[in-house]
């Protein structure tokens, strides 16, 4: 089984038994886009909701207006289909509550981005796990669309 | 293209140098609230890295550590983080309170948040009396969680949006590495240029 380390900002994808993970998760959000029937799926970090001034061009996967379209390409690149595709997300946390308040905290805003962009590509969102106070680390079966949270002292949850 | 993608080799000097002024006034800080214990620091490395490179200088993302982190602002705007692994954190508290086990219960967050502010607040101290710069420290924020998590969460509330990042990391440990961390200054835009100026109109023989 091979276990894909999807990295800050980064859009990886795997095909059949595929595991793809991502670590710490604090107010960035794990995306994670899958065809079941095909058994391929992708994931992305998505670090802020969106670029500004054009930049972030050469790194789609750190905002979400460009990180959810790269990453419905890269799974279609991988053989998956559009119409089958369906989506988990995880993270979007809120770590320093003290100095953001929550109604404009990161976390919210990247959760908030993510969703409308799924929306905007027609990909309908399965399972989520979001804000809080925790990080978390994300894992995708890519098998069979399981999506399995764990934050620190906590069992792991599946979505 | 990015401006930190252009620093010339005496910017770079200059940010280690005021590494090596903030992180040697933090530590011998942090030093005195754990009645002299030795503490030994790395010299500076000013890191310009791309944002997923950067989890390299926590030493990986799921390790779990202790961060407070403090917005800077005044003449000039950054970011400071302190961070320690979880082990270290633990020591610390427990030295501090004069206990064998120490927790992350209320007590002991407090006591880690105060002397992440100090240890920050004197960095950012030394740092103003070299250049005579405002600088104001934000309140402190703690949160003991995987050292990504904590990381990305900085970085994000900077808005980092370029490329490529500028980290000046200094690293220290106590003689036998019971507590060991890193302490970090991400200058944002406007801070580099008054340094910069500041620094470089400085006759420094």
């Given amino acids: 089984m091979a276990e894909i380390f999807v990295n800050m900002g980064q859009i990886e994808v795997a095909r059949a038994d595929g595991v793809l993970v991502t670590v710490g998760l604090g107010s960035c959000v794990g995306v994670a886009i899958y065809d079941r029937e095909r058994m391929v799926g992708g994931m992305a970090h998505v670090f802020l909701a969106a670029s500004k001034d054009g930049k972030g061009i050469t790194q789609p996967g750190k905002f979400a207006d460009t990180a959810i379209p790269a990453l419905v390409e890269a799974v279609m690149q991988a053989g998956g289909r559009r119409s089958a595709f369906q989506a988990k997300i995880a993270g979007g946390a809120n770590l320093f509550p003290k100095l953001q308040a929550a109604s404009l905290n990161v976390g919210r805003q990247n959760v908030m981005a993510v969703k409308e962009h799924l929306q905007l590509n027609n990909v309908p969102l399965r399972g989520e796990d979001v804000e809080g106070n925790s990080g978390r680390k994300m894992t995708l079966y890519v098998k069979d669309g399981i999506v399995v949270v764990q934050s620190i002292g906590d069992k792991p949850r599946e979505i | ?205």
Avoid at chain 2, 45 to 54: F, M, Q, R, W
Avoid at chain 2, 152 to 171: N, P, Q, R, Y
Wanted: charged share 20%.
């Fill in chain 2, 1 to 205: 293209m990015d401006d930190s993608q252009q620093l010339t080799p005496q910017q770079l000097d200059l940010l280690r140098e005021l590494g090596n002024i903030g992180a040697g006034n933090a530590t011998s800080a942090l030093s005195m609230m754990l009645q002299d214990r030795k503490l030994e620091m790395v010299v500076p490395e000013v890191a310009i890295l791309s944002l997923p490179e950067t989890t390299t200088l926590i030493g990986g993302p799921e390790a779990i550590v202790a961060g407070i982190y403090i917005a800077v602002s005044g003449d000039v705007d950054g970011h400071m983080a302190f961070l320690i692994p979880e082990g270290s954190a633990k020591e610390l508290v427990g030295s501090m309170l004069g206990e064998e086990s120490a927790k992350f219960d209320e007590m002991g967050c407090s006591v880690l948040e105060e002397v992440g502010n100090i240890v920050i607040t004197s960095y950012l101290n030394a740092i103003s009396e070299m250049t005579g710069l405002m600088i104001m420290p934000s309140v402190p924020g703690l949160a003991i969680d995987m050292a990504g998590a904590i990381w990305s969460s900085i970085l994000a509330g900077a808005e980092i949006l370029d490329d490529f990042i500028t980290v000046i990391k200094t690293d220290f440990a106590s003689e036998g590495k019971q507590i060991a961390g890193h302490i970090m200054l991400i200058p944002g835009k406007a801070g580099f240029g008054k340094f910069f100026k500041i620094l470089l109109g400085t006759d420094r023989g």
